[in-house]
């Protein structure tokens, strides 16, 4: 019997499994699933969110405001279409139970199996309220309905449509990131962010249509970096060139050639961190000579505590916003500039905590206004110092919380020492020079798996701050790129080992497949 942690008795949360027994779900393969199948099925989830991604929300106004803008590339939508929600319904409840479990306002101890299939059927509810709660709030004044919409069903109706419309694509998400994960390769919640960012860092390095309207120029050039760079040096004479040319081609957004830079650097890091690794030498207990290895990554909670962390960040922006914008007239909270002050008709906050939550995007947005009085217009009216304060403050809050996401994820993702040592015992290997106890076992992974989680969220949260910091192309976030070359070789390795146990079955059996 699953007893609640400490207490002896079972968590009040047992109330809810009567529904969690009947909530719809996709089931789970009864045997293996082919490979062949299982890149089918990831494949038509990828081509129905591009799809999906282009069809646009019926009834909505053309003066419409994009609470998410700037999280665009870890929310993984697109702005005023169906999937104008995206991963973010997903990601906030995996974030709420995270967060409850872990304040021990939820007792269930994840380590039982009957306490984590509540724990994973209620997320599933939660996820689902979640949907509302962030649909909600978008059709006041963000998604605003048309007003033939209006006229045709009255406001209230109109409303309605809209919400109606974004549960149904934040509805879908969910789907397909179930049947991703139990009938394709990977995870659908990573699989829609790199598909996402992907798009819009070959789009902001090689669209040659101009940045804004009409004919191109040089006051008007292509948005991508490469045709941009080319045009202004075909276009420009020397003279203009130095006189503010290569300003605007090397800094000046959008997609400067510093940004492609940026983009690179964080490419080539990041592959390096993903091949680099711990090897725990491995023999089997009954046939001799039969050696191995058991890897544990460097970057060993991979890219989870980072999406946790910024989906997390995506929130407290939005909320701030609708108390400032929205709900001014809620005591203390309502209308305050110390919660987080936005301009009329922007998204991002210029004062207040909002502000020293949301990190700095580029060097022209930080580095460049502490230096030259010409770019002061992206301090918001703030003293260099504060800019400062902010990355400080930023910084220190993205790796905490980084760190307690990624040790939390480890251990419900059966990645904790215990489980990867039943994994090790249960296919019959040891580590040579100890005895065959998975005590003894679990005390050795003990000594690398804490340490490495720890390690690697830090590591993955800086490697996002400082891209952040340095810009990147196709404005999709230094943590979107991060995200999305992360997500890109994992699901190589995914693939390759998906082939490898179609090719040797046995395999299944040691990775816990079967």
Not at 118 to 146: D, N, R, T, W
Request: glycine share 10%; charged share 15%.
């Amino acid at each position: 019997m699953a007893k609640g942690e400490g207490t002896g008795e079972k968590s009040k949360l047992y109330a809810l499994k009567p529904i969690v027994e009947r909530w719809p779900a996709i089931k789970k393969p009864k045997g293996h699933v082919h490979f062949r199948q299982k890149i089918l099925w990831t494949a038509a989830c990828l081509i129905l969110y591009y799809i999906l991604t282009e069809v646009l929300l019926y009834g909505v106004s053309p003066e419409q405001l994009d609470i998410f803008s700037g999280y665009r590339a870890i929310i993984a939508g697109a702005s005023g279409s169906v999937m104008h929600l995206g991963i973010g319904p997903i990601v906030t409840g995996s974030i709420i139970m995270q967060l409850f479990v872990g304040a021990k306002i939820i007792k269930l101890d994840l380590q039982n199996e009957e306490d984590k299939a509540l724990y994973q059927g209620v997320q599933k509810v939660v996820i689902m309220v979640m949907i509302l709660v962030e649909a909600i709030p978008q059709v006041f004044g963000y998604l605003s309905p048309s007003d033939s919409l209006i006229s045709s069903l009255g406001t209230t109706g109109a409303r309605s449509v809209i919400i109606a419309q974004l549960f149904m694509g934040g509805f879908i998400v969910f789907w397909m990131d179930e049947l991703i994960s139990k009938w394709g390769i990977g995870s659908g919640v990573s699989l829609f962010i790199a598909a996402g960012v992907s798009q819009a860092i070959i789009t902001g390095t090689f669209n040659w249509l101009p940045q804004g309207e009409g004919a191109l120029s040089i006051s008007n050039p292509p948005a991508g970096t490469i045709p941009k760079t080319f045009y202004m040096v075909n276009q420009m004479s020397l003279g203009d060139l130095v006189g503010g040319g290569f300003e605007r081609i090397f800094i000046s957004p959008p997609n400067p050639i510093i940004a492609l830079i940026g983009t690179a650097i964080i490419f080539l890091v990041v592959v390096y961190a993903e091949s680099s690794r711990v090897e725990l030498p491995l023999t089997h207990a009954r046939v001799r000579g039969a050696r191995g290895r058991y890897p544990l990554r460097l970057l060993y909670a991979s890219n989870i505590p980072v999406i946790l962390m910024s989906a997390l960040l995506a929130n407290v922006n939005m909320f701030a916003l609708l108390f400032y914008t929205r709900l001014s007239n809620i005591p203390v909270l309502g209308g305050a500039w110390w919660v987080g002050k936005f301009p009329a008709g922007s998204t991002q906050p210029v004062a207040g905590a909002a502000w020293y939550l949301n990190g700095p995007q580029g060097l022209y947005s930080w580095l460049f206004p502490m230096i030259d009085p010409k770019y002061s217009q992206y301090l918001s009216g703030h003293d260099p110092w504060q800019m400062v304060v902010r990355i400080l403050v930023y910084s220190t809050i993205f790796i905490i919380g980084a760190i307690f996401f990624g040790k939390f994820w480890i251990e419900t993702t059966n990645m904790g020492p215990e489980a990867v040592a039943r994994q090790i015992e249960s296919s019959g290997m040891q580590i040579p020079g100890f005895r065959r106890d998975p005590r003894i076992l679990k005390k050795v992974l003990y000594r690398y798996i804490p340490a490495l989680t720890v390690l690697s969220s830090v590591m993955v949260a800086a490697l996002a701050i400082f891209a952040d910091l340095i810009g990147t192309v196709g404005n999709t976030s230094g943590t979107g790129v991060l995200l999305t070359v992360g997500i890109v070789i994992r699901l190589y390795e995914q693939i390759a080992r998906e082939q490898a146990m179609e090719m040797h079955p046995v395999l299944r059996k040691f990775l816990g497949v079967e």
